[in-house]
């Protein structure tokens, strides 16, 4: 603990490690499987999976890191884990991220009213404007002319993602880099043009 309890919010993967563990634990199942079967599924996200990088599917992308000694990319397959874990690691696409949405907000994966507990303000201080306030898994973003906007994010060495929801216009937004560019500040411009 960095800070006493309710003293201040603060984000860290070390959390959804130990979720991941605690599913395992009660279920009895790996946590991809769990996943795959509880969510994915669940919401037809045929392309979406934990794969261990050595056993990609067939059109699977690589995801590379730009080496500054050699003016050229690299893959990142001794950056990350082998496997993702519970703070990370999945293979995605935009699609399958647009179909999890959908089916969130449909309440088919947990009830209307947590998927309303989760895309709202839980913790957090505003002192950030895009990281300010967490929900239940999300990150949530003031909007002072109408409801809140919610998203998560991802990256590792090679990889950028962020995906965006704004209740005010049913607009959900996806970016995915498999070169680690800046998915955020391309976020800020969707913001300004389509919000």
């Known amino acids: 603990m960095m800070y006493p309890k309710g003293e201040k919010f603060q984000y860290n993967n070390t959390g959804y490690v130990l979720l991941a563990m605690i599913i395992e634990k009660t279920t009895g199942m790996y946590f991809d499987q769990y996943l795959?079967?509880?969510?994915?599924?669940?919401c037809g996200m045929k392309s979406t999976g934990y794969y261990e990088l050595?056993?990609?599917?067939?059109?699977?992308?690589?995801?590379?890191?730009?080496?500054a000694d050699t003016k050229d990319y690299r893959t990142n397959i001794f950056s990350v884990d082998a496997k993702g874990i519970g703070?990370?690691?999945?293979?995605?696409?935009?699609?399958?991220?647009?179909?999890f949405w959908t089916?969130?907000?449909?309440?088919?994966?947990?009830?209307?009213?947590?998927v309303s507990d989760m895309l709202s303000k839980q913790s957090g201080d505003g002192d950030d404007a895009e990281e300010g306030y967490y929900g239940y898994g999300m990150w949530i973003i003031d909007n002072s002319n109408g409801k809140d906007f919610a998203y998560f994010q991802g990256?590792?060495?090679?990889?950028?993602?962020?995906?965006?929801?704004?209740?005010?216009?049913?607009?959900?937004?996806?970016?995915?880099s498999n070169y680690g560019?800046?998915?955020?500040?391309?976020?800020?411009?969707?913001?300004?043009v389509f919000y």
């Not at 560019?181 to 300004?192: G, H, P």
């Open 54 to 67: 050595d056993r990609l599917p067939a059109k699977c992308a690589n995801n590379y890191i730009y080496c």
């Open 103 to 114: 089916n969130l907000l449909e309440g088919n994966l947990i009830s209307k009213a947590f």
């Open 36 to 42: 795959k079967e509880n969510v994915f599924d669940v």
């Open 87 to 99: 703070a990370g690691g999945a293979f995605i696409t935009v699609r399958d991220i647009i179909s």
């Open 155 to 176: 990256c590792d060495p090679g990889v950028s993602f962020i995906s965006e929801y704004n209740p005010n216009n049913g607009i959900i937004s996806v970016l995915v």
């Open 181 to 192: 560019d800046n998915v955020w500040k391309e976020m800020r411009k969707v913001r300004e």
